[in-house]
């Protein structure tokens, strides 16, 4: 039966007809269409039981039951199973062929290594052969350079031993400078009128002459008898070669020289009654009698010769050199210095800092701070006149301004330009208005009233007289007062050894002087004019050796600024020679400022520090003690035991130096050092805590120098002290 009923159905079922191609053509390919002829016969799937338990019990379950929808065939499943086949062995292709890559790339990477660890052993060898030699090479520079410095070290030795050069000679050969512009009338000049009054008294009492003359001839009689026993001073080494006590010729010419050096000294004693007047004939006649040592000729000097004949001659060839660039250069006196050691703002004046204000007179330095606070109140300092200011900057570890500035204290330095002839118009008025704007510039960039001023010898004056014309107008711009060997009372000038008679004339000297005043006092005269002063170490002494001897000279820090002198403007020079003749602070209200009197020194209101130079020849130390008496009470007098310059120049850890103190302010300054208490250091320390005690509270250090006012215009030591002339 059921096979009957099969049989049926298959005979009623309708037969499908099968697409023409042109029909199959009009219509979309469908899967079922596209499927081709070939394709496997269909399998049916069967599903898989699994029997699991639960609670014991079996059942049988079907995991997965699967059916293929009724519009896919077996053409179809194939061809998505190729295509899949073949986009897997594509990218079974491509991998390969980027792992193959990759291969190839990691073995050139391989090979790039070995070649370049290769290269880098290469370097490393030709390196490592490279620094043996250099080493080598430094080695024996080295060694080369040591034995060179030896010797050089050996010569410059024997050099000083010859011709006296060292420490305490440099301590002479500097303690003039400063005291420049304090002698005011005192000129080169001065020498011509001294001349024709010793010619004129020659005329006029020939019988010191003649005295003089016979006194010559008889040490002349004595020397040719063998009986004369004249000796040069100790002190004197122009005559310690040997040569001048062996050789018969030598003592000989030395001897006659002695003679003539004790006559010309006796005719200038009683050349005049005039006391002052024969110290003047004996300073001119001193320099004569320097220049005609027979050690400053060729033949007259045994070490020059002996130098030429060792070196060939070469010793005259380079002393000929140093005397044509000495010619060149226009220098007044034989150099003193190798200039091409040092420079302005290389290893000279090196403290950091900016200029904030520039005028035709002058460049104001504000230092830049090197603590992380500062006292309040800033430090203004005047140097002199006629001298450049970095004497307060030598170098660091010397430097004045760099100690103090790492103590906290604030500090600006007023720059004197040297002036030109077109500047003649400068006058002690000029520069008092100087100071003032300095001040006021000061004060508004460290933002207070008033300023700790210090003022340097020739300044001190005219720093003073300004102080005083502030009291008088009840106007109050400096706290304190620090006055660095600066004499106020000008009297005292006339106890300067060998020029202090020029500082007084007669009337003849007075009508010269008059006429002088009205010029202007270049830097070159300043230079001959106090080289003079000690005539055998600053001029005669470099004569020989750089001249003679063929000798370089040294390199003192000290020495470079020492030649580094500036003019004096003609009116300044008249102003101040007046002052020197009125001598003002000595009377209270004859000095003047603007026109009004100033006040009486003693009653400025304002604590003052005085410092001396205990061995300065120029501003004597007695003379600087009665400034401290002119500033009254509130004075603190302060002694070095050095010269002038040294006293300035005097870091902390010199085992020389020392200075003296005292409370009070004896009448005399020889009571005043009795009672005096004596520091065996340096006075720095000192002027420190005195300066801290005037300079307020501390604060924050400033960011930057200037302000809006005041921008800083370049950085220091500025423009101003490259100028020279």
């Known amino acids: 039966m059921a096979t009957t009923k099969r049989a049926a159905a298959k005979k009623a079922a309708p037969k499908k007809k099968t697409a023409t191609p042109a029909k199959a053509a009009k219509k979309p390919a469908t899967a079922k269409q596209t499927a081709p002829k070939s394709a496997a016969p269909r399998r049916r799937i069967t599903p898989q039981t699994t029997t699991a338990k639960r609670s014991g019990t079996e059942k049988k379950t079907q995991p997965w039951v699967g059916s293929v929808k009724s519009g896919w065939t077996d053409g179809a499943l194939g061809k998505v199973i190729e295509t899949r086949v073949a986009i897997g062995k594509v990218a079974e292709s491509r991998l390969a062929e980027a792992v193959s890559a990759a291969e190839s790339r990691m073995a050139d990477a391989k090979v790039a290594l070995n070649r370049a660890a290769e290269t880098t052993d290469v370097l490393t060898r030709a390196a490592e052969k490279k620094i043996s030699r250099a080493r ?190 000495d010619v060149l250069k226009q220098r007044p006196i034989p150099s003193q210095v190798d200039d091409k050691a040092f420079k302005i703002g290389g290893n000279l004046a090196v403290t950091p800092g900016s200029v904030v204000l520039r005028t035709e007179m002058f460049e104001l330095i504000q230092y830049a701070p090197q603590t992380a606070q500062v006292r309040q109140r800033p430090t203004l300092i005047v140097p002199s006149i006629v001298n450049k200011y970095y004497v307060f900057d030598l170098a660091p570890g010397r430097s004045i301004i760099e100690y103090f500035i790492k103590q906290g204290i604030s500090v600006f330095v007023l720059v004197w330009r040297n002036p030109q002839k077109r500047h003649d118009r400068w006058g002690m008025p000029e520069y008092q208005d100087a100071i003032d704007a300095a001040i006021d510039a000061t004060c508004a960039i460290g933002k207070v009233k008033d300023v700790n001023l210090w003022a340097v010898c020739g300044a001190g004056p005219v720093a003073v007289a300004l102080a005083g014309y502030y009291a008088a107008t009840k106007r109050r711009k400096i706290h304190s007062l620090l006055l660095v060997v600066s004499p106020l009372d000008m009297r005292a000038m006339s106890q300067a050894q060998g020029v202090g008679a020029f500082a007084e004339g007669g009337q003849a000297e007075q009508a010269v002087k008059k006429t002088l005043r009205n010029k202007r006092i270049s830097a070159r005269e300043f230079t001959l004019l106090f080289s003079m002063l000690r005539a055998n170490e600053l001029i005669w002494n470099y004569w020989v050796s750089n001249y003679l001897m063929g000798d370089t000279p040294s390199a003192f820090d000290v020495l470079y600024w020492n030649g580094d002198g500036t003019g ?156 020279r002339g």
């Open 136 to 325: 080598a090479a430094a080695e024996n520079k080295f060694a080369e350079t040591r034995s060179a410095l030896g010797s050089k070290v050996a010569e410059a030795k024997a050099a000083v031993a010859r011709s006296g050069v060292g420490k305490d000679f440099i301590d002479r050969a500097v303690d003039n400078v400063l005291g420049q512009n304090v002698l005011g009338d005192f000129r080169p000049a001065d020498l011509l009128g001294t001349a024709g009054t010793l010619t004129r008294q020659a005329v006029r009492r020939p019988l010191a002459l003649v005295k003089a003359s016979l006194g010559f001839l008889g040490e002349l009689g004595k020397l040719a008898a063998g009986e004369s026993q004249l000796k040069p001073e100790s002190s004197d080494r122009r005559f310690n070669d040997a040569a001048w006590q062996e050789s018969s010729l030598y003592a000989g010419l030395l001897q006659g020289y002695l003679a003539l050096r004790q006559s010309m000294t006796r005719y200038a004693r009683n050349a005049s009654a005039d006391e002052r007047q024969a110290e003047r004939a004996q300073f001119l006649l001193s320099q004569v009698g320097d220049a005609l040592a027979p050690s400053n000729f060729l033949f007259g000097n045994p070490a020059a010769l002996r130098r030429a004949k060792e070196t060939y001659g070469m010793s005259l060839v380079r002393g000929a050199k140093n005397l044509l660039g």
């Open 568 to 723: 004096m403007t003609a009116q300044f020079n008249h102003d101040f020679s007046e002052f020197i003749e009125a001598n003002p602070f000595v009377t209270p209200g004859a000095m003047k400022v603007r026109g009004k009197a100033i006040a009486d020194l003693a009653k400025l209101d304002i604590d003052s520090y005085v410092l001396a130079a205990a061995t300065d020849h120029l501003c004597i130390w007695q003379g600087v003690y009665r400034s401290a008496q002119l500033l009254g009470k509130r004075s603190q007098f302060v002694l070095g035991n050095s010269g002038h310059i040294q006293t300035i120049v005097c870091p902390p850890g010199n085992p020389k130096a020392s200075f003296c103190t005292n409370d009070h302010l004896p009448a005399t300054p020889e009571a005043w050092l009795d009672s005096a208490t004596q520091h065996a250091s340096s006075w720095w320390d000192h002027g420190v805590a005195w300066a801290t005690a005037h300079s307020g509270r501390l604060v924050r250090a400033p960011k930057a120098q200037g302000n809006k006012q005041y921008p800083p215009l370049c950085a220091a030591p500025g423009t101003y002290v490259h100028e």
